[in-house]
T-cell receptor, first 112, second 113 residues
Framework: DQQVKQNSPSLSVQEGRISILNCDYT??????FLWYKKYPAEGPTFLIS?????DKNEDGRFTVFLNKSAKHLSLHIVPSQPGDSAVYFC???????????FGGGTRLMVKP | DAGVIQSPRHEVTEMGQEVTLRCKPI?????LFWYRQTMMRGLELLIY????????DSGMPEDRFSAKMPNASFSTLKIQPSEPRDSAVYFC???????????FGDGTRLSIL
């Protein structure tokens, strides 16, 4: 049973536009959520996180939104750049620093 | 500052052979995690250690898999005997246990023929 799901395996956007990646979870115990970015032949790289006590966290072009009642989070990238093309993983844990449960990933392609 | 270091980067071996994957966490980090990535199951946790002690190994697929952390700067994941279905990318990650996110190594791509 997948506790963290990313229902869109891929997403294509034009450079300069907004990219929105979505993630749903089922475990109500999750209280810490992260987004990782992964390039081929490299390990996942941490992008941004959010605690369940917040509903929004922003870092430069990246913003994560959390809707606890819907058990849904999203990552917004504005403006999108070709270098953002990668696979994005959503992850969740019970407590920060603990084991992560990952979604299946969404491949983002940003076209010049 | 060096990140998480994994070796080897690639391993190709025949089924039945013993395989040992190695990981050096970031200095000062006290939690270490082993993950496996496959097309079918995505990224899944195998085992994690806190202060060199295994905390949760419920993700270890079978007795053929074992992991050790003899000291704070080194961990191994061993598969004996290896099978073709063990072919995957194995990642190691570490964290200092605070709110800091886990840092991942670049993985070991394992192919069992």
């Amino acid at each position: 049973d997948q506790q963290v799901k990313q229902n869109s395996p891929s997403l294509s956007v034009q450079e300069g536009r907004i990219s929105i990646l979505n993630c749903d979870y089922t475990n109500s115990m999750f209280d810490y959520f992260l987004w990782y970015k992964k390039y081929p032949a490299e390990g996942p790289t941490f992008l941004i996180s959010i605690s369940s006590i917040k509903d929004k966290n922003e870092d430069g072009r990246f913003t994560v939104f959390l809707n606890k009642s819907a058990k849904h989070l999203s990552l917004h990238i504005v403006p999108s750049q070709p270098g953002d093309s990668a696979v994005y993983f959503c992850a969740a844990s019970v407590g920060a620093g603990n084991m992560l449960t990952f979604g299946g990933g969404t491949r983002l392609m940003v076209k010049p | 500052d060096a990140g998480v270091i994994q070796s080897p980067r690639h391993e190709v071996t025949e089924m039945g052979q013993e395989v040992t994957l190695r990981c050096k966490p970031i200095s000062g980090h006290n939690s270490l995690f082993w993950y496996r990535q496959t097309m079918m199951r995505g990224l899944e946790l195998l085992i994690y250690f806190n202060n060199n002690v295994p905390i949760d190994d419920s993700g270890m697929p079978e007795d053929r898999f074992s992991a050790k952390m003899p000291n704070a700067s080194f961990s191994t994941l061993k598969i004996q005997p290896s099978e073709p279905r063990d072919s995957a990318v194995y990642f190691c990650a570490s964290t200092d246990g605070s709110r800091e996110a886990q840092h991942f190594g670049d993985g070991t791509r394992l192919s069992i023929l």
